[in-house]
């Protein structure tokens, strides 16, 4: 790549990119230290994955988790209680996918279709407590993509090019240290 012809290319490029699991109770900065071995490229990690909001947008810490719950939910009984139910995937004989798993569904969803010469009826339903729903949503902040190391000085380059973070300038405190204003986007 040659410096500038990256910019917007690289973003709509998912080969640039790598999935990463979220390990335990880890923080943009341990991902970061982990992954690109400099906890400092935090930020490019929260970039990455659009994440504007760490407070709601990362996954709680064990802790958190708990405390979340039982603050929504109550009790410990409410928090095992039922929050919808799903189907599970149902074939035929044939190997036919009659129903796909994890469509919201009511209770009593049943379904019936001819296989075998004759009709078949089943009842291809899972009940999703508040628990198994709450923790799905955060498993699924866990996955986020990463930008593969070897592109992160073209980044970063590309960065330094724009931004006007200069010795002199009134927003250049010192190497890792700079100074800008906080402009807050209000809806």
């Known amino acids: 790549f040659k410096r500038g012809q990256l910019r917007e290319d690289i973003f709509q490029d998912l ?13 943009p900065d341990n991902v970061a230290a982990d992954f690109y071995g400099d906890s400092n490229l935090d930020w490019l990690v929260l970039v990455c994955n659009n994440i504007q909001n760490i407070q709601t947008e990362w996954p709680l810490t064990q802790r958190g988790f708990d405390s979340f719950l039982l603050e929504k939910y109550d009790t410990y009984e409410n928090i095992n209680a039922t929050h919808h139910y799903e189907t599970v995937e149902t074939k035929n004989s044939l ?22 010469g004759g009709y078949q009826t089943s009842r291809p339903v899972k009940e999703v407590t508040n628990y198994q729903y709450e923790d799905n949503i955060q ?4 996955n986020i993509f990463l930008l593969k190391s070897e592109y992160v000085p073209v980044v970063i380059e590309d960065i330094e090019d724009i931004l006007p973070y200069r010795k002199g300038s009134t927003q ?10 906080n402009i807050r986007l209000y809806e």
């Open 15 to 27: 080969s640039v990119f790598t999935k990463y699991q979220i390990k335990g109770d880890d923080h």
């Open 95 to 116: 190997g036919v996918v009659m129903v796909t798993p994890g469509l919201r569904v009511p209770s009593d969803y049943s379904i019936t279709y001819f296989d075998n």
């Open 139 to 142: 498993t699924n902040k866990r």
């Open 172 to 181: 250049y405190m010192s190497e890792t240290l700079k100074r800008a204003d």
